[in-house]
């Protein structure tokens, strides 16, 4: 008796390329801004992101093996799950499917930490705070400080650039209900630890959008044995801490983060978005 083939992924056509693709995207194939191969060596488990983070000697290299990881089952059983599944809306589109890379200046001065991708935003397009209402109000606000070449984010590929700012997640899967397990963020960490000590030449300044991204970024301070202030800096719209790594100050500063649950109630307002980005 034969066993029937399991049906290979339908292949749509990329919104902005029309180059087809199934769902997930497989790495090295062509889909704008992969920064992986399909020889990029895969962590399959917390340890072995461990050591892929710390061996990554560039922002390339870790973006290239941060996009390919599979180390927490849960997540990626849930991010191909929507990808195959996908929202009606999208239904005609590929995901992305994969962890989300950071994404901006390699040279920076100021890094972005954010909680995690959305489920049909950075999980579909493939890029962190792109296609999303999160990302029309963050990328806006960017660019009205002059750190984007445009205000929207729609897709990979469709252009947008920055400069002088880099943008990165305490977790890269887009996890069920927004909601990661301490363990999936304990997993991740070192993703972020390898982001801080790469960008560290040049970083002035941090903003953490979220309580999470905040406890995120001061926790991964303490473990590459930066100095935290104490007691441990409480998280609030517009609160700041001075972190002192390597002899030199890094500013912490907080924000809501740019849910559509914060900036539908009016919890996060575009003058208050505007206001602590032009501290950074």
Known sequence: MSVPRPEAPALLPHPLTGVPYPSPVPPGTGWPDDPATPVTPVAAEAGQVVS??????????????VSVCRACPRLVSWREHVA???????????????????FGDPRAAVLIVGLA????????????????RSGD??????????YANQPTSVHAGDGLRLG??????????????????????????????????????????????????????????????????????????????VLQADGRAVRLVGSYHVSQQNTFTGRLTETMLDEVIGRL
């Open 84 to 102: 195959a599944q996908r929202r009606a809306s999208f239904a005609d589109q590929p995901y992305w499917g994969r962890p989300a890379p950071s």
């Open 52 to 65: 892929l983070a710390g061996s990554s000697g560039d922002l390339a290299t870790l973006d290239a093996r």
């Open 117 to 132: 991708p959305a489920a049909h935003g950075a999980n579909r397009t493939g890029r962190v705070f792109t296609g999303d």
């Open 137 to 146: 109000w963050l990328f806006a606000a960017l660019h009205r400080a002059g």
């Open 164 to 241: 002088g700012i880099r943008i990165v997640a305490a977790v890269r899967c887009a996890p069920p209900d927004n909601k990661p397990l301490p363990s999936e963020r304990a997993a991740c960490a070192p993703w972020l630890d390898r982001d801080l000590q790469l960008a560290l030449g040049g970083l002035r300044s941090i903003l953490a959008l979220g309580s999470i991204a905040w406890d995120a970024t001061l926790a991964a301070a303490r473990r590459l044995g930066w100095t935290v202030p104490r007691p441990k800096p409480r998280f609030g719209h517009g609160s700041e801490a």
